[in-house]
């Protein structure tokens, strides 16, 4: 059978389990609907966090990323891997000790004010928004492809399948379908380093063989050769300053990541929570050690299939054709001398590969088997739908739970509080589907963004919440404020409307660390200018951080 059989096969497989297994986790209840019942062991916790957080941006941009920056994509794997320490060590017992559903409630209740829950809410919308986009559209560029549909169909359907498991199952429902999606897409991910590396160099062993071979020296050499920029000479797409403001901003902003914080709201007791974050730190890194090696196996082996080879013979290949139609892989024989070439120049390359489909492609190109290609492919699908399905519960509990339940409607009976619930999260899903069908930007670039406005809203305010107890409500919106204020007018002005970069040269994906030393420096300061919090508060801040004692997740 061809690879496009078995994928709709096994994506078909895939939605169906998604799906049944939404099903059989169906909610009537808000604490199931929020933090799945506060039940989830620690290991299946470990494997849904995982596949919550590892999103498209992991699974299909990330080693797209390195493939194509080089020595200057480790920021990605840096920042990523280590804010998830950052997160389990500073933050997550903590709030989980604290025992609320949300991020929004913790900063609502610490600062004594509706007004720091609002602003929390819109900080959570904001960020959350920002970051389901991409997802969507991974599930598009997935779809289109390989079951050759258009873009938007495939990102209509990711909205029926994920609307379907959230409105259904709630955090109940999604955190099993998690566990199912992150067997799905370790073992698709897995495969294909295994095969290329296998292939490549004769080691199954991705990361022994990346580590032990010259590849990256290999394809250094090639670049050159191709008059392309050296691929380990470090600092050669960003610049020293903001490979450490990108990695910083992605550590603090993972650790701020109000989907992947409510996670730990999920398991029986603190302890638990620090067993889910070890958990998934091993989940996770089955894939982001695997990820370097792909990155440069794949691009290895896509140059030499692709650049100066005859035009006719690459046409030939089947899975060029393929590609070609996505518009992710275009080709143009711009000189007219029947010879493909690549160069640095957008204007005289013939060449353009998108960063996307470095991972997606790289079973065809490396000739393996069409099961494999179906795998990849259903892979990426669930690292995108799981994420999706995490931030969506976000924006429902943001809105339905902390604004109307806290704020509008205290009253509110159960039944009221799930139907607001999952009438937003319909909602929002369709909001979003416009994004994903014409992104801003590429799927990584979408998700730093969003890490962004996390590390210069919602980090500060949750490690001062827990460790300064003179921090109060004033200092804690006025923080917010400007950290989101100051660090979404810079990413829009310099990406979108032809700002300079006025601020020493400062990428938009980076700045999240300045917009984050501003909300601690006017917390601070407001705090220390205004009365301190009650008795009350402080007395609370310091229950938070003893060891002991931490009860079930309440609603109020």
């Excluded at 899903?429 to 590390?455: C, E, K, S």
Aim: glycine share 8%.
């Amino acid at each position: 059978m061809s690879a496009e059989t078995w994928t709709w096969i096994i994506v078909l497989l895939t939605f169906a389990l998604y799906i049944g297994i939404g099903y059989w986790a169906r909610v009537r209840e808000t604490a199931g609907f929020y933090v799945a019942g506060r039940g989830v062991p620690p290991v299946a916790n470990g494997a849904a966090t995982a596949a919550d957080w590892m999103s498209a941006a992991s699974f299909i941009s990330m080693a797209g990323l390195i493939s194509f920056l080089g020595f200057d994509g480790a920021v990605y794997l840096m920042g990523w891997t280590g804010g998830y320490v950052l997160l389990a060590l500073l933050l997550a017992p903590y709030l989980r000790k604290y025992g609320k559903f949300t991020v929004p409630e913790f900063v609502g209740d610490r600062y004594y004010s509706n007004v720091a829950r609002v602003v929390a809410v819109i900080a959570a919308i904001f960020v959350s928004f920002t970051y389901a986009v991409p997802q969507l559209r991974g599930v598009g560029i997935v779809l289109s492809r390989y079951l050759g549909v258009d873009v938007a169909t495939g990102v209509w359907a990711a909205v029926l399948v994920t609307a379907f498991i959230a409105v259904i199952g709630g955090m109940k429902g999604i955190t099993w379908t998690q566990v199912a999606q992150y067997t799905v897409l370790i073992i698709a991910y897995l495969i294909t380093g295994i095969a290329l590396a296998n292939f490549l160099t004769g080691n199954p062993i991705p990361q022994l063989a990346f580590t032990f071979s010259d590849f990256a020296v290999r394809l250094s050499q090639l670049q050159v050769e191709l008059g392309l920029q050296e691929y380990v000479k470090p600092f050669q797409n960003l610049s020293q300053l903001n490979v450490f403001l990108i990695t910083l901003t992605l550590m603090v902003g993972t650790a701020g990541l109000p989907h992947v914080i409510i996670r730990f709201y999920t398991v029986p007791k603190a302890s638990d929570a620090r067993w889910s974050a070890g958990w998934a730190l091993l989940f996770i890194a089955l894939l982001y050690t695997t990820a370097p090696a792909v990155a440069v196996f794949s691009k290895y082996n896509l140059l030499n299939t692709l650049a100066n080879k005859p035009v006719q013979e690459v046409q030939a290949i089947d899975w060029v054709q393929k590609w070609s139609k996505t518009g992710l892989l275009k080709l143009d024989d711009k000189n007219g001398d029947g010879v493909y070439q690549i160069t640095a120049s957008k204007d005289t390359t013939e060449i353009t590969i998108d960063r996307d489909i470095i991972v997606l492609s790289t079973p065809e190109v490396a000739k393996l088997s069409p099961i494999v290609v179906g795998l990849v492919a259903a892979g990426g699908l669930a690292a995108a739908l799981s994420t999706a399905a995490g931030l969506l519960i976000v924006m429902a509990s943001a809105i339905s739970h902390d604004l109307y339940t806290r704020i509008i409607n205290p009253q509110a009976s159960e039944a009221t509080k799930l139907a607001i619930a999952r009438v937003v999260i319909l909602l929002v899903t369709v909001l979003a589907a416009p994004f994903g069908i014409n992104p801003p930007a590429f799927i990584a670039q979408l998700v730093a963004f969003a890490f962004g406005l996390a590390a210069s809203t919602f980090f500060p305010a949750i490690l001062l919440g827990i460790f300064d107890r003179r921090m109060n409500a004033q200092g804690a919106v006025a923080g917010m404020l400007v950290g989101l204020v100051f660090t979404a007018t810079y990413i829009v002005g310099t990406s979108y409307l032809g700002w300079p970069r006025f601020l020493f040269g400062i990428s938009p994906e980076g700045v999240g660390t300045v917009g984050m030393l501003l909300n601690f420096l006017v917390a601070y300061l407001v705090s220390r200018a205004t009365p301190p919090p009650p008795a009350e508060i402080q007395k609370l801040v310091d229950d938070i951080r003893v060891p002991k004692g931490a009860g079930k997740a309440v609603e109020h």
